[in-house]
T-cell receptor
Framework: NAGVTQTPKFQVLKTGQSMTLQCAQDMNHEYMSWYRQDPGMGLRLIHYSVGAGITDQGEVPNGYNVSRSTTEDFPLRLLSAAPSQTSVYFC?????????????FGPGTRLTVL | AQSVSQHNHHVILSEAASLELGCNYSYGGTVNLFWYVQYPGQHLQLLLKYFSGDPLVKGIKGFEAEFIKSKFSFNLRKPSVQWSDTAEYFCAVIPFAGKSTFGDGTTLTVKP
């Protein structure tokens, strides 16, 4: 049981490049979410999903796309990277048995956009 | 829109001191409430959660929190902190299956 896995751990991009951050969970959780963490600003929700084929925007969705074709995977795509997207990105998953219960977080991806 | 406010950005305590971190939220309906901890260089881990029932909940490592519905508060407490409690603490609220909102975090430094 690997929990929530994220790849890559570190990434450096140039402005305008695109990339996909991968997230996978093996706990059969319905709820998955992406956050960015910036100093002094806590975690801000980018996108979330309550099941395969269902996604919705969070607090800061601009510049990011997601899809949920399977229960296990929830990739985050940066369409055209900007320096403002330099951040640490966390993926999380949770069951929905009693609403969103404990979210299990991945190890994070540290992204730098030059 | 829902929001979460953590009153203390940085708290410095000596070992054995008592801790209370404030968390207030605004939301018109029922929410699940959480406290997470992030140790330096690590990802977030759940300390405790409140869904319903007894408003005083106990979590791991001696932490507890009290939900006061009338005050929209969910404050975190620990009677006696240890150096190993040095970390960043986040309060979070989540409607049933909706958008989660985290507070900005409180950095706790415990001096040995």
């Amino acid at each position: 049981n690997a929990g929530v896995t994220q790849t890559p751990k570190f990434q450096v991009l140039k402005t305008g490049q695109s990339m996909t951050l991968q997230c996978a969970q093996d706990m059969n959780h319905e709820y998955m979410s992406w956050y960015r963490q910036d100093p002094g600003m806590g975690l801000r929700l980018i996108h979330y999903s309550v099941g395969a084929g269902i996604t919705d925007q969070g607090e800061v969705p601009n510049g990011y796309n997601v899809s949920r074709s399977t229960t296990e995977d929830f990739p985050l795509r940066l369409l055209s990277a900007a320096p403002s997207q330099t951040s640490v990105y966390f993926c999380a998953s949770s069951s929905l048995l009693a609403g969103v219960s404990e979210q299990f977080f991945g190890p994070g991806t540290r992204l730098t956009v030059l | 829109a829902q929001s979460v406010s953590q009153h203390n950005h940085h708290v410095i305590l000596s070992e054995a001191a008592s801790l209370e971190l404030g968390c207030n939220y605004s939301y018109g309906g029922t929410v699940n409430l959480f406290w997470y901890v992030q140790y330096p260089g690590q990802h977030l881990q759940l300390l405790l959660k409140y869904f319903s029932g007894d408003p005083l909940v106990k979590g791991i490592k001696g932490f507890e929190a009290e939900f006061i519905k009338s005050k929209f508060s969910f404050n975190l407490r620990k009677p006696s902190v240890q150096w190993s409690d040095t970390a960043e603490y986040f309060c979070a609220v989540i409607p049933f299956a909706g958008k989660s909102t985290f507070g900005d975090g409180t950095t706790l430094t415990v001096k040995p």
